[in-house]
């Protein structure tokens, strides 16, 4: 897991477990080496569906890695501050999913 770093007060953090930080950080390395393949299929000057095709993968893969990321925040964090009383995190999700509904 990375160093802790200093923090700015005006913004919220999350510890992660190891196991959520690796399963996070995996997909991200998925995605990344995806993206790069849609660079590479670019330069070499791949046929315009082909390509098209794998975004729609990376799409669906950047899905999939909010989905995990979504439901661990509700199981943790929104839980935790609803159970302390912290109503306006309720509105803080809300916008979230107006967000990611875009």
Same mark, same amino acid.
């Given at each position: *897991?990375?160093?802790?770093?200093e923090q700015?007060? !005006?913004?919220?953090?999350?510890? +992660?477990?190891e @196991?959520?930080?690796k399963?996070l950080?995996? +997909?991200? $390395?998925r995605i990344?080496?995806?993206i &790069?393949?849609? +660079?590479g *299929?670019? @330069?070499r000057e791949?046929?315009?569906?082909d390509?098209?095709?794998?975004?729609?993968?990376?799409n669906a893969?950047l899905n999939?890695? $909010?989905k995990?990321l979504?439901s $661990?925040?509700? +199981?943790?964090?929104?839980t &935790?501050?609803i159970r302390?009383?912290?109503?306006?995190?309720? @509105?803080?999700?809300? !916008?979230?999913?107006?967000?990611? *509904?875009k």
């Amino acid at each position: *897991m990375p160093e802790k770093q200093e923090q700015c007060p !005006c913004h919220k953090t999350k510890e +992660r477990s190891e @196991e959520e930080y690796k399963k996070l950080v995996h +997909r991200l $390395n998925r995605i990344e080496g995806q993206i &790069r393949g849609i +660079r590479g *299929m670019v @330069e070499r000057e791949a046929y315009c569906t082909d390509i098209l095709v794998q975004v729609a993968a990376v799409n669906a893969a950047l899905n999939s890695f $909010n989905k995990e990321l979504l439901s $661990n925040h509700i +199981r943790t964090c929104v839980t &935790r501050d609803i159970r302390e009383g912290k109503d306006e995190t309720v @509105e803080e999700l809300l !916008c979230t999913l107006q967000k990611l *509904m875009k």
